[in-house]
């Protein structure tokens, strides 16, 4: 019933920026969580930021600083703006999120980051 989509991601060099979006359709009655996640080449899934309901925000030590995680309720859309982008960076980023009782994922969108 609920579908999540990413969009945003592309190839650009280092030190520049990128913001992903991720929106969610279908039958949403709140969204208690959101959070990106991202999983490079060869290593493990990592957290990058996580926005909840209350608007506090955590972030992977890699990217404070960088990254900015914000939400639009009225899209049901949330947000990743990425600058000072580094080549560690790449990755293929999703978007995950917490509705009602249940959880969802994105598809993922590939970031890479060029020295």
């Known amino acids: 019933q609920v579908q999540l989509v990413e969009s945003g991601g592309g190839s650009v060099q280092a030190g520049g920026s990128l913001r992903l979006s991720c929106a969610a359709s279908g039958s949403i009655f709140g969204i208690n969580a959101w959070n990106w996640y991202r999983q490079a080449q060869g290593k493990q899934r990592e957290l990058v930021a996580t926005?909840?309901?209350?608007?506090?925000?955590i972030y992977a030590d890699s990217v404070k600083g960088r990254f900015t995680i914000s939400r639009d309720n009225a899209k049901n859309t949330v947000y990743l703006q990425m600058n000072s982008l580094k080549p560690e960076d790449t990755a293929v980023y999703r978007c995950?999120?917490?509705?009602?009782?249940?959880?969802?994922w994105g598809q993922g969108t590939q970031v890479t980051v060029s020295s």
């Open positions: 995950n999120a917490l509705i009602g009782w249940d959880n969802y």
């Open positions: 926005l909840a309901r209350s608007e506090s925000t």
